[in-house]
């Protein structure tokens, strides 16, 4: 065998798996503070998530207001804070909308800060620099950039994510982009600690440098997601390659729509805390959740499906089990 020795994973300053979580809610649109305190505990005792982004997209950000967002942080906070990194999305498309929340996610006890690329004004890249550095500058916490052209309509150049890694509170960026080469260009000339934000790209963004995820498919498969990271930074390849098939199902059926939509009907489906989804998104439709039941059954992943929405999950079967086939 050449080389004895595997190479040290990357520093990861989040943690390496991450699960952007969800915003659990009532029947009538009404944040489930409770609910979302006994997700963030499940997807970290039984998901083996190291953290959570709160109010990222996933967390329907675009539809909670600020008093909502500053109330569910405290809430996942209490529940999880002392053994799990916590990261509050504070991105907008107005930079003194930011600042604020930023500060408002200091105060809260926020572990770190996620902040979106501006989406629909489309901001030049010298005004990107500016938004990001300000919020960087507004408070003590680090920061992680989230790249995702397809969503906000104008990518961090490469160029800028290089003169925004010079800032010392801009520690990673949550890749979205897509682009393998561009992400490897920044990573031989920055410090950033990248972050894979598109599940199906977990595994290919490993091999090029990333330290770890932020991922949707966490809620559900979170614990193989880890064991995909022990196996590839223990070089474990093949392992890890037979993680990565075996959730590609997963990945498909999360994000056959927004994976807030789909993500939400499998924690239904569950009996774990999801609830609806706010306008103007819309639940999953009973088509939907049927092709999603044969998306999880040929990844192997089962759980309580038989429990009514918002049922309470017996301590006995709270994790989501997994069928051993294919499973190291």
């Not at 952007?20 to 499940?42: E, F, I, K, Q």
């Not at 894979?196 to 997601?225: E, K, Q, R, W, Y």
């Amino acid at each position: 065998m050449v080389g004895s020795t595997p190479p040290k994973a990357p520093e990861a300053p989040f943690g390496q798996m991450l699960t952007a979580m969800v915003t659990p809610m009532h029947d009538n649109g009404d944040v489930d503070y409770d609910g979302a305190a006994r997700l963030a505990t499940y997807l970290v005792d039984e998901q083996r998530n190291d953290g959570l982004v709160i109010s990222g997209t996933t967390g329907e950000s675009p539809t909670t207001s600020d008093a909502e967002k500053d109330q569910l942080l405290r809430a996942v906070l209490d529940a999880v804070g002392d053994r799990a990194t916590i990261i509050a999305g504070v991105g907008t498309n107005d930079t003194r909308h930011s600042v604020r929340l930023a500060q408002a996610a200091e105060r809260a006890g926020a572990h770190g800060l996620l902040t979106v690329t501006p989406y629909y004004n489309k901001p030049p890249q010298e005004g990107l620099l500016r938004h990001f550095t300000t919020i960087a500058d507004a408070t003590d916490l680090p920061v992680l950039l989230y790249d995702i052209p397809h969503r906000t309509g104008t990518p961090i150049a490469s160029e800028t994510l290089v003169r925004l890694a010079e800032h010392p509170r801009i520690v990673a960026n949550k890749d979205a982009k897509e682009d393998l080469g561009a992400s490897s260009w920044v990573m031989e000339r920055t410090d950033l600690a990248y972050y894979c934000g598109t599940d199906m790209l977990n595994l290919p963004l490993l091999s090029v440098g990333a330290v770890g995820f932020v991922s949707v498919v966490g809620h559900i498969v979170g614990a193989d997601l880890h064991d995909l990271l022990d196996a590839h930074h223990s070089g474990d390849v093949a392992r890890a390659l037979a993680i990565h098939r075996r959730l590609t199902p997963v990945y498909t059926g999360i994000f056959r729509t927004q994976g807030v939509i789909t993500t939400k009907a499998v924690l239904n489906m569950f009996g774990l805390p999801g609830g609806s989804v706010r306008t103007p998104l819309a639940d999953a439709s009973n088509e939907l959740q049927a092709l999603l039941r044969e998306d999880l059954a040929a990844a192997g992943v089962k759980g309580p499906i038989g429990l009514a929405p918002h049922q309470a999950v017996p301590a006995s079967v709270v994790g989501v089990e997994r069928l051993t086939e294919g499973s190291a």
